[in-house]
């Protein structure tokens, strides 16, 4: 069965570094997600993105953050400067339609000290 | 902007027996769709139910089923005949064009 992968699986990273961390959505989804979930919290939306461009962000995504396919097959997502409470579990999720259930990665844990 | 809110943040099941987890949501529209995500120890979020909020009908998925009320904007889960592997953190969602909000999430224990 095909599923969305994510790479590493840890990140450690120093405040104010840039992070990049990278997905593969299944091959032939359209809609590609990012999601964060802080240790012991809700999963929070963070941006979606079809046809090249983000169709909607939410108010977590700020200029520090931006997202790229810069291939068929990858779709990435950059912090710019890490800060502390940028720590987290990122999961990349797409979907064949907009509507459609949303395969989730596994996550990539981001561990900034 | 729309919210989620599950209102149980833990809830305990004995093997074999059926549980409900509640979720509520807020939203003036009336297209959208409605899931339930489980997410297991191993972290990753597995869809367990999904809803169209234009169909009246109740999802159901083996021993999963919703209580959709769609006027009162709550979309229950039931789980029958409750498993070990059922234990997880529950996730209901909401989703209207391109962006999905998570409830708060439920932990849900079964006890053998």
């Known amino acids: 069965e095909p599923e969305v992968t994510q790479t590493p699986s840890h990140q450690v990273t120093q405040m104010g570094q840039e992070v990049i961390l990278r997905c593969v959505p299944i091959?032939?989804?359209?809609?590609f997600y990012w999601y964060r979930q802080i240790l012991g919290q809700k999963v929070e939306f963070l941006v979606s993105?079809?046809?090249?461009?983000?169709?909607?962000k939410s108010e977590i995504f700020d200029d520090q953050f931006s997202v790229e396919r810069p291939d068929g097959s990858n779709f990435t997502l950059k912090i710019r400067s890490t800060k502390l409470e940028d720590s987290a579990m990122y999961f990349c999720?797409?979907?064949?339609?907009?509507?459609?259930?949303?395969?989730f990665g596994p996550g990539t844990r981001l561990t900034v000290t | 902007a729309q919210t989620v809110t599950q209102s149980q943040p833990e809830m305990s099941v004995q093997e074999a027996e059926t549980v409900t987890l509640s979720c509520t949501y807020d939203?003036?529209?009336?297209?959208?769709?409605l899931f339930w995500y489980k997410q297991p120890p191993s972290r990753q979020m597995i869809l367990v139910i999904r809803q169209e909020a234009y169909k009246q009908q109740n999802a159901t998925e083996n021993r999963f089923s919703v209580n959709f009320q769609k006027a009162a904007k709550s979309f229950s889960l039931k789980i029958s005949d409750s498993q070990l592997g059922d234990a997880a953190m529950y996730f209901c969602?909401?989703?209207?064009?391109?962006?999905?909000?998570f409830g708060a999430g439920t932990r849900l224990t079964v006890k053998p």
């Open positions: 999720a797409s979907s064949a339609r907009v509507f459609n259930e949303q395969y």
């Open positions: 091959s032939n989804h359209l809609y």
């Open positions: 993105f079809y046809n090249n461009e983000i169709s909607e």
């Open positions: 969602a909401y989703h209207n064009n391109n962006d999905m909000r």
């Open positions: 939203t003036s529209e009336s297209d959208y769709y």
